[in-house]
Every structure is written in C-alpha cells, then in structure tokens.
C-alpha cells in the first residue's frame, strides 16, 4: 500500500476547479524528506544523480510541500528570510504546456504542517514556470536525467527577479512518485550561476486544473 492509498484527501479551494486525483498524503513531512533536509550537500548531489526524470503527467492537479536547503546549513539563512518551507504547484495551460506555481508558506517548525499564506483555502500564487523535459540542444541542458522548471517562460513580471531562476528536477526513487529532488541555478544572461540550492518536495495535497494566472 502506497501512501496515496492510505492517507485521505486535503481539498483546496481558490476559484478554480480542483484536480480529480487519489487522495493526498499526510500533511506532516515523510521521515524520508526530513533525512534528505539533513543530507551533507554531497549526498544531496549524489542522491540527484541517481534520480529519473518525474512524470509530467503526474505533477499535474497537485501541489508540493518544499524544503528549501541552502549550502551552509548551519545559518539559518533561509529561515529567518521566510523562505526555508514553501509550497509548488503544476497545472496544464490551455495549450497543453504544464506550467507551475509557488505559494508562500508560514515557516513554522520544519516537521509541523504546511499552512500557506494568507490562508489555507486562498493561497497566493507567484513565481510562475514552464516545465518540461530537459532539452539537450538548449542553453539549460545541465541533467538530461530531470524537468526544467524554467521561470523565464512564466509569464512573470520584467521587474520580478524570479524570471532568472532555472530549476532542475528528478524523482529520488523510481518507485516513489511522491519525493522530490530540485537544484535551483540562476541565469545571468548566457551565464548560470548554481547550484544555488537544493529543495525537497513531497506530494501535499491536490491543486488547481485551470491556469491560475488569469
């Protein structure tokens, strides 16, 4: 038994009609994330070359818990910008494109629930992306292996600073659909800066089918 078959579902309403999806996992992070959030950074590389490419098609209609986990892990760096839990969520454009999104998330204790900001039930949603497999002839073609989450393609503001953020992401066990291993860089035109850090996300609860942006 999968932890999709034994946990029950978390609805989420903002105006948007919800994915039709199995039911969502627990709401507490899994022993398994919180080991990768203590993981030394050359395990955290070594465990993101061994990870497969994720499905698409099994991103779409949820929404991720995220740890953030920056190089030196004793500053609490990310902690004290409000940045160390976050929530991702990927959804299908009108064209077929899957696209995502990241919500902002009380930075309560690492292993509490994930509460989004403002509310639970209307969360905002910011810092837009395309994602697609990873493309060997591109400028982005660091791990063959993942998805790109590209923010220069989502349609975000010339002013906001995530449209530079290009983020690498594969599944950590070929049999667990549910965890996640992400390796941000950041473009300066041609250049790439990274690995910034690494973010572990784990299946959380159903999100929107249509395209939150509009």
């Given at each position: ?7 029950p579902?978390?609805?989420l ?25 203590r993981?030394s950074?050359?395990e955290?590389?070594?465990t ?5 490419m ?6 779409v209609?949820?929404e991720?818990?995220g ?9 609490p760096?990310?902690?004290l910008?409000?940045?160390k839990?976050?929530?991702?969520g ?12 990241n ?21 905002k949603?910011?810092g837009f992306?395309?994602v697609?497999?990873?493309?060997p002839?591109?400028r ?6 993942a ?7 989502g ?10 953020l ?5 599944q950590?066990?070929p049999?667990?659909?549910d965890?996640?291993?992400?390796k ?8 790439r ?14 999100g ?7």
């Open positions: 038994m999968t932890m999709l078959d034994a946990m579902s978390s609805p309403s903002h105006g948007a009609t919800l994915a039709s999806a199995p039911p969502a996992p627990s709401p507490f992070p899994s022993d398994a994330a919180l080991r990768l959030e993981a950074w050359n955290l590389e070594r993101f070359q061994r990870g497969t994720p499905d698409l098609h099994g991103l209609g949820w991720f818990r740890i953030n986990r920056l190089p030196l892990q004793f500053l760096v990310a902690q910008a409000g940045i839990k976050f929530v991702k990927f959804f299908r454009a009108e064209d077929g494109t899957v696209m995502g999104y919500c902002p998330v009380v930075n309560n204790v690492l292993d509490g629930r994930w509460h989004t900001k403002p509310s639970d039930t209307a969360p949603r910011f992306y395309e697609t497999p990873v493309d002839t591109a982005d073609n660091e791990y063959l292996h998805v790109l989450l590209d923010y220069g393609k349609d975000n503001p010339i002013y906001d600073p995530s449209r530079h290009r983020d690498y992401l594969v950590v066990d049999a667990n659909p965890l996640l291993l992400g941000a860089y950041y473009a300066i035109g041609p250049a800066l990274g690995a910034l850090n690494y973010f572990i996300l784990e299946r959380y609860r159903p929107v089918t249509e395209d939150p942006r509009r």
